[in-house]
């Protein structure tokens, strides 16, 4: 049994979910698990709804639903599929169309809302490749994600329940599991609630089914022809990296490489579960390999975190940053939903890098002024350099100010800023 994750880009149109059933008709006959994300770039516009919503703007978050109810009606438009097998699309439009009549309360939860709006966009590019894949004759099975993966009530960071979960799909399988499409991205309470499993949580949906099943690989499938060695955003030349072990996988997702989700790695290292990252538009081609023994001669590979911001820490009597004070610091920091993505402290300083979110940093920033004296930098930028030398260093620093640094034998960190902007 094998699991394929196809991300939004693979069924952002009706090309694109085309190509995806191309892909699966190579696996009939084949036990096949098919975890799919939402369409495109369907999540940003459903974030966009709960934004609107939740501050008041009801005929504005009503506008942007229709939007992306037309954006899908004009993909389906293209199969001719029958009217039965769109219902279930149908009814979600409904449901969503509902929810937003009504005003929202003082007390309405934010993440509780998003978590109820924005894993429509799983259910229904599932329910559409679903249906396409019927309607050419493919004998596929829809599953629930959210009646299968176990979370607790943790919204929009869902914690999962392994023992549950496993036994929750291994009970809905059965016997001859065939063709499969779930979701990624999300799951549910035991009380019947969505929840959803972190930003891009997909790639980690697909490693849990692996896990549940024992599969014998997982496939990313991306629009990229393996794991890069950097973001083509950010370099012009990039070196495609054939293999990888599962330790620099993990580190270079939790740095903040986009290819791979950060907790996508651990429970595929705990079977030994293969995992390959290959190209939806090259599908022969090898791709990356994660799970090899040993790389021997490692690639210098490149993380880049734009929109930062570094956040210094001072005790407000000069005492020392000691014990009680980081626990009090990473305390607030969790409460706050904040992931901290590097950290350095003196005697009397303590200095973080997270991601600029103006949804959370400001109440953040007023709970540490109540400890702390607190000064910040905003939008720099994170270098993260694995298996990095000095010339790679001197590359990324061409053109920046260096503000924090931070090594280990095998990765650096650099917090920088753009010259241009120091000198303004």
Known sequence: M????????????????RNVGTIIQRETGNDLIVV???????????????????????????????????????????FELPDTLLAPVRAIFSSIASKLATAPTTLTSYDAVYDEIVPMGELISTHILTAYLTHIGLPVRWADARQLVRTDDTFREGKVDWETTKSQIQAFVGDRIGLLVTQGFIGGTANGETTTLGREGSDYSAAIFGYSLGAESITIWKDVPGVLNADPRYFDETVL???????????????????????TIKPLQNKGIPLYVKSFLKPDQPGTLVGAPTVTKPTPSFIFKVNQLLISLHPTDFSFIAEDNLSLIFGLFATAGVKINLMQNTALSFSVVVDSKPD????????????????????????????????????????????????????VQLVVREEAQCTA
Not at 241 to 262: K, M
């Open 360 to 411: 959370r940093i400001p109440d953040l920033l007023e709970q540490l002024r109540g400890h702390f004296r607190v000064a910040y930098n905003e939008a720099l930028e994170l270098i993260t350099i694995r298996h990095y030398d000095q010339s790679t260093i001197d590359r990324v620093l061409v053109g920046k100010k260096l503000l924090l640094e931070q090594k280990s034998r095998s990765t």
């Open 241 to 263: 990296l054939p293999e990888l072990t599962y330790q620099d996988a993990t580190e270079l997702a939790y740095y903040g490489a986009t290819v791979i989700h950060p907790k």
């Open 2 to 17: 094998k699991v394929y994750k196809f991300g939004g880009a693979s069924v952002r149109d009706a090309a694109g979910i």
């Open 36 to 78: 799919v994300s939402a369409m495109g770039k369907t999540t940003n516009a459903l974030e966009d709804i709960v934004v609107s919503y939740m501050a008041g703007r009801i005929d504005e978050a009503q506008l942007r639903w229709q939007n992306v109810v037309i954006t899908h009606e004009l993909i389906v438009a293209e």
